[in-house]
């Protein structure tokens, strides 16, 4: 069982809809990341939080440290949000942290 | 700011080559890392740096990779020899701080045949 697991590994919606993506994990962590790498191949960070809730623009990402779980939503989707969402997680291990990747979510937005 | 710079961005080389793949970071980042991403796996942490010291190298797979971080500005992966299933994206990142957002360099997309 990874330690990081994400769901849906494939999402299509279509433009306008309300999106959620979601990250499990298994393991103590420091913090978490997600991560949008777009069709083209560039990973860019999007958020890094250990507690609460963020908001940049249409996206807002969760995080309940109790329950080890992460949301990832977009609203008022676009066809440009079209691109693979990865969760990354800071383990806590006994020599310190280490990021561990979820295998990624496609979304693909459609007009 | 540049950005998180990468050379190559692509490479194509034969097995048994030496590879090397080179990072500059944003200015005034201590962090650096190395990762590499390939359809079976996703996306691995395979070394990172602070304050160009190696501080976790445990994702690196075996003895034939190798990295360097001369100065502040500066960083190579090598691969010596290559093998086919080393064929993958391999992607440097940069951060103030390892608790902060990481800024990815372009990638390199490495090929061996």
């Known amino acids: 069982k990874n330690e990081v697991e994400q769901s849906p590994q494939n999402l299509t919606a279509q433009e306008g809809e309300f999106i959620t993506i979601n990250c499990s994990y298994s393991v103590g962590i420091s913090a978490l990341h997600w991560l949008q790498q777009h069709p083209g191949g560039g990973i860019v960070s999007l958020f890094m939080?250990?507690?609460g809730k963020k908001k940049h623009g249409r996206l807002i990402a969760t995080i309940n440290i109790q329950e080890k779980h992460s949301s990832l939503h977009i609203t008022a989707s676009h066809p440009r949000d079209s691109a693979v969402y990865i969760c990354a997680v800071l383990a806590q291990e006994t020599s310190g942290s280490r990021l561990t990747f979820g295998e990624g979510t496609q979304l693909t937005v459609n007009p | 700011d540049a950005g998180v710079i990468q050379s190559p961005r692509h490479e194509v080389t034969e097995m048994g080559q030496e590879v090397t793949l080179r990072c500059k970071p944003i200015?005034?980042?201590?962090?650096l890392f190395w990762y590499r991403q390939t359809m079976m796996r996703g996306l691995e942490l395979l070394i990172y740096?602070?304050?160009?010291?190696?501080?976790?190298d445990s994702g690196m797979p075996e003895d034939r990779f190798s990295a360097k971080m001369p100065n502040a500005s500066f960083s190579t992966l090598k691969i010596q020899p290559s093998e086919p299933r080393d064929s993958a994206v391999y992607f440097c990142?940069?951060?103030?701080?390892?608790?902060?957002?990481?800024?990815f360099g372009p990638g390199t997309r490495l090929t061996v045949l």
């Open positions: 740096f602070n304050n160009n010291v190696p501080i976790d």
């Open positions: 939080l250990s507690s």
């Open positions: 200015s005034g980042h201590d962090y």
């Open positions: 990142a940069s951060s103030i701080y390892y608790y902060n957002e990481q800024f």
